[in-house]
């Protein structure tokens, strides 16, 4: 098992840029959801899926935030255009089917916008 | 929407110390989890409490549920250095979505 896979590690671009994190879960894991942390808003939901459909996307900061997940394999979380207010680590989490069944973590995307 | 709230928010302890996490959240739930976070790291997954009155431990890190009082514990005994990380809680609601609690940045200073 892998764990969830989430790229780029790191990543710098200039305000204005498009920018598009991925992330691919733990096979069998029918839940995905993409968060954002950064020091001052600490864990910020972002948008879940299920089953490969958005549920719950009211914390998608604004209109330049958007996700997709066309198939249960990979999802991708993309900022058009970027802003140096969208700097932070990103983290995508799976979850297997279950009621009481955890999150697992990816390593982040650290993002940081000039 | 469910609040979760920890309690303190940095935790400075001396290695050997003994000390407490708080974790009250705001409406029933039947399920808590612990994670840890080491700096530049992800959250890694610790406990998981499902029942009132549930018991965990691992190591030095024992962990503690009453859903009446809506409130688990995260005890530290015997602090060592190693320790030193940010701790959350995550409260479950009666879908897929966790709600997490702001982290508690514990140092334990030698």
């Known amino acids: 098992d892998a764990g969830v896979i989430q790229s780029p590690r790191h990543e710098v671009t200039e305000m204005g840029q498009e920018v598009t994190l991925r992330c691919k879960p733990i096979s069998g894991h029918n839940s995905l959801f993409w968060y954002r942390q950064t020091m001052m808003r600490g864990l910020e939901l972002l948008i879940y899926f299920n089953n490969n459909v958005p549920i719950d996307d009211s914390g998608m900061p604004e209109d330049r935030f958007s996700a997709k997940m066309p198939n249960a394999s990979f999802s991708t979380l993309k900022i058009q255009p970027s802003e140096p207010r969208d700097s932070a680590v990103y983290f995508c989490?799976?979850?297997?089917?279950?009621?009481?069944?955890?999150?697992?973590f990816g390593s982040g995307t650290r993002l940081t916008v000039v | 929407e469910l609040k979760v709230e920890q309690n303190p928010l940095f935790l400075s302890m001396q290695e050997g110390k003994n000390y407490t996490i708080y974790c009250n959240y705001s409406t029933t739930s039947d399920r808590l989890y612990w994670y840890r976070q080491d700096p530049g790291k992800s959250l890694e997954s610790l406990f998981v409490?499902?029942?009132?009155?549930a018991v965990k431990q691992e190591g030095r890190l024992m962990a503690s549920l009453d859903t009446k009082a809506r409130l688990s514990t995260l005890h530290i005994t015997a602090a060592v250095h190693d320790l030193s990380a940010t701790y959350f809680c995550?409260?479950?609601?009666?879908?897929?979505?966790?709600?997490f609690g702001t982290g508690t940045s514990l140092t334990v200073i030698p």
């Open positions: 995550a409260v479950g609601n009666t879908g897929n979505q966790f709600y």
């Open positions: 409490l499902l029942s009132n009155g």
């Open positions: 989490a799976s979850r297997r089917p279950g009621h009481f069944y955890g999150y697992t």
